[in-house]
């Protein structure tokens, strides 16, 4: 049964990248456009959940750094970035020290929820 899902979907995958290419490089609209890119990417990540699933590190590797950027993404513009930017520094200083603060404080906070939920639950 595994296989009859796997074989659908590469056939879906593939007719989409086919369809996809074939309408995105004739149309001029933008929203045919985006529905088609859509349509690519649905089987594409069906396809790499699918791989995911069989490699365990990969899960939690992924998860890993799912939580890390997102804890970039709240912390770098509200917290890092104003913190770094009055020091009046060379703007490529600024990137490099506002990325390693960001990542520093993120990882932080990413070991504090863990031990957190782990408490919680165990």
């Given at each position: ?5 796997v ?9 989409a990248i ?22 690519f ?7 790499l ?14 998860s890993f ?8 993404y709240?912390?770098h ?10 020091l ?6 600024l ?8 990542v ?17 639950f165990?």
């Amino acid at each position: 049964p595994n296989s009859v899902w796997v074989t659908v979907l590469s056939a879906f995958f593939i007719i989409a990248i086919v369809s996809s290419i074939r309408v995105i490089t004739h149309s001029d609209s933008v929203y045919i456009k985006y529905l088609c890119y859509f349509i690519f990417l649905i089987p594409l990540l069906a396809a790499l959940c699918s791989f995911f699933e069989r490699v365990p590190i990969l899960i939690r590797s992924l998860s890993f750094l799912g939580t890390i950027t997102l804890e970039l993404y709240l912390l770098h513009e509200r917290i890092c970035l104003p913190l770094v930017a009055n020091l009046g520094l060379n703007n490529w200083v600024l990137m490099l020290l506002g990325i390693m603060f960001a990542v520093v404080l993120a990882l932080a906070i990413s070991i504090c929820v863990n031990t957190v939920i782990k408490h919680c639950f165990h």
